[in-house]
């Protein structure tokens, strides 16, 4: 029989959101945070950037909820929006509780302006946020008794009974067995599905497990088709998707063409500080009708010992590569980056699905729309996992688990032909990348479709017949989300946001959601 464990409550993820939340939840609750890898690996540690924040009185809470819907393209909820806006602030405040120490200037937060937003509201610590966000909320986790990390332990689907959550079964990679998570309450905190393209700035964690589990389960999933590029990844065959921040745009830098000549212009009146979808359809435009390799990003006419200190992080590996920054502009392409849509949930991060949360990159709450404004993305993990772990203490968790049947592994072998997980895990990004990317047509979704739908059966059949890896559970994630982001694609007759289609170039005046659920 398969191990078995028992908590209040479970997390996914061990994220920025998964963090949080875990350190916001009551001290009498016993509860698990599970990662997939290491427990600091993932989307959040690697955020450059910073948190968006009404922190300056100069600026206001509708201005931020303005730009944020305005980024959006009207699709966002405006009520998530105001909610998320309107605790920022306090969302900060926790941070340095937590001992993250935001960058100063002469005393005050030194505020930067990124892409969609009308004025400076960026808190950041240098070009490194995210990493010290992680690791001060880590520090903060570690010293809780009633939670206990699991490293390297990858949830292979949720326990359902009828429209109710228990917890999930968890593969563990060490010993590669089954071992049952029974829980009151379980938190998907699982990050977004941008490994589902062949190019990305994300890590190779981001496999879109949480929104495959959850549609399995029979969740809402909402908006898929809103896959965020990020404009400036760097080139290079040894970055490993490294990711050039959009601070460097907000403090001036220049997108360039190999001879020098600047082309925003010919896209937006704000030039490079246009919201990422405008920028990045700019630079896969001027790509694709020159045939260049990439695009060059120019911060060079700043002062050098500004930019080192501005941008330590950014510097430091751009140097490991052989490229200086403060003499040369930077080879830049756009890369699949952020999922918008997700798990669609309240204000309280609650699914449809009972004692089932989602919160971070993994869930829909109405906030990015069509387009996610820069430096939201933290904000929302925050702002919604103490939505969710306060929504959690305020209800009663009673002390009798269910009776769970124990994973059964006893009809699958071992696989001898373990190059196929291998084969479709790179053909699937491949077609994703091909067929479903910056700008789409009818045409190549419905031939991306045809074949996302033959090797999801090919998977599922692998699946059955099989002893389960680490490997094989991903790739079966992977390209579950990748069939709901083509059909999400395929449904929307318009262009809108992230989402531009040759055969429908106009947004239609009425805007909507799209929404996909297991039949």
Request: aromatic share 8%.
């Amino acid at each position: 029989m398969s191990k078995q464990h028992q908590f209040d409550v479970l997390i996914i993820g061990s994220g920025a959101a998964g963090l949080m939340s875990a350190i916001q939840l009551s001290e009498n609750l016993s509860i698990a945070l599970i990662s997939k890898d290491k427990i600091l690996e993932g989307s959040s540690y690697y955020a450059q950037g910073g948190i968006s924040a009404v922190l300056d009185s100069e600026d206001s809470f509708n201005s931020h909820i303005s730009d944020t819907l305005n980024t959006g393209f009207d699709i966002g909820n405006e009520d998530s929006v105001r909610f998320m806006v309107e605790q920022a602030p306090m969302a900060i405040s926790d941070l340095e509780k937590a001992g993250v120490n935001f960058s100063q200037e002469r005393g005050n937060y030194d505020l930067t302006m990124e892409g969609g937003h009308s004025t400076k509201r960026v808190a950041h610590v240098a070009d490194k946020t995210g990493q010290s966000v992680q690791t001060n909320l880590l520090a903060q986790v570690q010293q809780k008794q009633n939670i206990t990390l699991f490293e390297h332990y990858l949830a292979v689907d949720l326990l359902i009974d009828g429209n109710t959550c228990h917890g999930a079964y968890v593969f563990d990679k060490k010993s590669h067995q089954v071992i049952s998570f029974v829980s009151h309450k379980t938190i998907l905190a699982t990050g977004g599905a941008s490994k589902s393209y062949l190019y990305t700035s994300n890590p190779d964690t981001s496999t879109g497990d949480g929104i495959a589990m959850a549609f399995r389960a029979g969740c809402e999933i909402v908006n898929m088709e809103f896959t965020q590029f990020h404009p400036t990844c760097l080139f290079h065959p040894h970055a490993k998707s490294f990711l050039i921040s959009e601070t460097l745009r907000g403090e001036g830098a220049k997108l360039i063409l190999p001879n020098g000549e600047e082309f925003m212009h010919n896209y937006d009146d704000r030039l490079e500080l246009a919201p990422r979808d405008t920028v990045a359809r700019a630079i896969d435009h001027e790509m694709k009708t020159h045939g260049f390799d990439c695009v060059y990003l120019d911060i060079s006419f700043k002062d050098s010992k500004w930019i080192s200190k501005r941008f330590p992080n950014i510097t430091e590996r751009c140097s490991t590569l052989g490229i200086d920054i403060c003499s040369k502009p930077i080879p830049v392409v756009p890369a699949a980056h952020y999922t918008c849509g997700g798990v669609n949930t309240d204000l309280s991060a609650q699914s449809n699905i009972d004692n089932l949360y989602a919160i971070g990159e993994v869930a829909h709450t109405g906030v990015h729309g069509a387009n996610r404004i820069a430096s939201n993305s933290l904000l929302e993990c925050i702002v919604f996992a103490k939505s969710c772990a306060k929504n959690i203490n305020k209800n009663s968790i009673g002390n009798i688990f269910p009776t769970i049947n124990a994973w059964d592994a006893s009809r699958v072998e071992p696989s001898k032909e373990r190059v196929v997980v291998t084969h479709l895990w790179h053909e699937v990004r491949r077609i994703m990348w091909n067929f479903v990317g910056i700008v789409r047509s009818d045409s190549r979704l419905k031939l991306a479709h045809y074949r996302i739908l033959q090797i999801h059966k090919e998977v599922n059949d692998y699946y059955r017949l099989y002893s389960i890896t680490d490997d094989l559970i991903e790739l079966r994630n992977l390209v579950q989300t990748s069939k709901i982001i083509v059909e999400s694609a395929l449904s929307r007759k318009e262009s809108r946001g992230l989402h531009f289609n040759q055969d429908y170039p106009k947004q239609l005046d009425k805007a909507h959601n799209s929404v996909i659920m297991k039949s």
